[in-house]
């Protein structure tokens, strides 16, 4: 019984992108996303803490009914591009390798 294992792709196959054209190829720069990313964090964190009365940080004006749950969903929003941009970039580089 004779048993071989497929071989990786030769490196000459291999196409490499240098940093500027993945910068131009993606449009907008990771930085912003990160931060979209850290800001929604930071008003999930919040809307917690309002949900569950553990702070006050909110002014009398915008205490309305459920405010925690809407900071929340803000939070969640405000995450959903770099999830997107991160899964995009995954799909990209598995279908690059493509065993």
Do not use: C, Y
């Amino acid at each position: 019984m004779n048993m071989t294992i497929d071989r990786l792709p030769e490196e000459k196959n291999l196409k490499t992108e240098s940093p500027a054209e993945i910068d131009q190829s993606t449009g907008v720069k990771p930085a912003v996303f990160m931060l979209l990313d850290l800001l929604g964090v930071f008003f999930i964190f919040w809307g917690l803490g309002e949900q569950f009365d553990r702070l006050d940080w909110l002014p009398a004006s915008l205490s309305i009914n459920h405010i925690g749950l809407i900071m929340i969903l803000l939070g969640f929003v405000l995450t959903l591009p770099f999830l997107t941009w991160v899964l995009k970039s995954v799909s990209k580089l598995l279908h690059k390798i493509s065993i």
